[in-house]
């Protein structure tokens, strides 16, 4: 079992930023593949942003050119940089760990992170 802590949440204006982290409790974090996911109320959750094990990364359109997804595999952690905040990015994001091949899925607990206009 793998056990992710997010951080970094928290109320912002639109046009401001922040980062978010999530520290894993494994010792093979370089293998899993991480991803952070955001659901705002009454919507499902998205996939916001991914980056392989390898360092590859993806993004959804909607912040494509704003957020920027890391990892540091020697702190166990995946980062989250969100510039240019909207309204509409208010929602819990959540961070994922998994190794497809091994079955292994996990999340975090979800972190707030609120804008207003």
């Known amino acids: 079992q793998v056990q992710l802590v997010e951080s970094g949440g928290g109320l912002v204006q639109a046009g401001g930023s922040l980062r978010l982290s999530c520290a894993a409790s494994?010792?093979?974090?370089?293998?899993?593949?991480m991803g952070w996911y955001r659901q705002a109320p009454g919507k499902q959750r998205e996939l916001v942003a991914d980056i392989t094990s390898g360092g590859n990364t993806n993004y959804v359109d909607s912040v494509m050119g704003r957020f920027t997804i890391s990892r540091d595999n020697a702190k166990n952690t995946v980062y989250l940089q969100l510039n240019s905040l909207k309204p509409d990015d208010t929602a819990v994001y959540y961070c994922?760990?998994?190794?497809?091949?091994?079955?292994?899925?996990?999340w975090g607990q979800g972190t707030q992170v609120t804008v207003s206009s």
């Open positions: 494994t010792s093979i974090f370089i293998a899993y593949a």
């Open positions: 994922n760990a998994r190794i497809v091949t091994l079955n292994h899925n996990y």
